[in-house]
């Protein structure tokens, strides 16, 4: 039961998370936090590997859709999966240091609370410092692969707002740099997890229904992007951005709740 309901949610998340450039973590990690079935690592675990699927199927989709300035894509990237690798070994840090998972699940609800309101101040692309250079292009793609790695969320709402901000990007191009830079930072994250604790404390039958929903979400969430509107998009993406908060915020208050 509890896989069916996942796929359900993860078709329904990376599908919208593709349209809007966050991808479905942003949206399956809280969700799955509010469920409760598995542990904040099996959760996160799960998510990235949703996250990980769709980018791959939405990346080699959009290319019909967008011409991609691949140099920009690859520096972007590699400072992504610098910043994965960091930001998994934080996050293990920080389940080792705290002894209730709960603890760490309310650090990344409000990092990504904060992360939500930064993103919603520059969504509608009025401000940019149009910065240059192969070293803002790695710096700003570390930052995003460190918060997508460390909140679980694959890139979330942050990716988007940071290319628009820094880099004075249309929507839609954001929104594709986006998913670039998840595929590579969720990428860095599970080649850490293999290389440090291993796959053995995850369920990993649940993948028949995490990996196959990815795929499903991933193409759908391009196609609909190649034939929306810039300004529907960042409708989407504003809107996302309001459910995501109500949520973590939800989530945040059953947590001191109880």
């Known amino acids: ?42 959760i996160t675990f799960y998510s990235t590997v949703a996250v990980l699927t769709m980018s791959v199927v939405s990346t ?9 300035d691949y140099p ?33 699940q309310l650090i990344q609800i409000v990092l990504t609370i904060v992360t939500i309101g930064i993103s919603y101040l520059v969504s509608e692309g009025k401000w940019s410092l149009h910065l240059k250079g192969w070293y803002w292009y790695s710096l700003v793609g570390l930052s995003l692969g460190f918060l997508a790695s460390l909140l679980g969320i694959g890139g979330g709402p942050i990716n988007v ?31 850490t997890i293999a290389s440090t604790t291993g796959f053995g404390r995850y369920d990993l039958k649940l993948l028949y229904y995490v990996i196959p929903a990815a795929v499903i979400g991933g193409f759908l969430g391009a196609l609909l992007s190649g034939r929306l509107k810039d300004q529907s998009v960042r409708r989407v993406y504003q809107v996302i951005l309001f459910l995501v908060l109500c949520i973590n915020g939800y989530n945040g208050i059953q947590i001191l709740l109880g």
């Open 1 to 42: 039961m509890t896989g069916v309901l996942y796929f359900i949610i993860i078709i329904l998340a990376n599908t919208v998370g593709a349209i809007s450039g966050m991808g479905g973590g942003v949206l399956i990690k809280p969700v799955f936090d509010a469920i409760g079935a598995h542990s904040v690592p099996a």
């Open 161 to 191: 707002a940071m290319l628009l901000l820094c880099f004075g990007m249309s929507i839609k191009s954001a929104t594709v740099y986006s998913i670039i830079t998840i595929l590579f930072s969720q990428l860095a994250k599970i080649l």
């Open 72 to 104: 920009v894509a690859g520096l972007i990237s590699l400072g992504a999966i610098i910043g994965g690798m960091l930001g998994n070994v934080v996050f293990e840090s920080l389940l080792n240091w705290l002894a209730a998972e709960k603890s760490v």
């Open 60 to 68: 080699l989709r959009q290319r019909k859709n967008l011409v991609i």
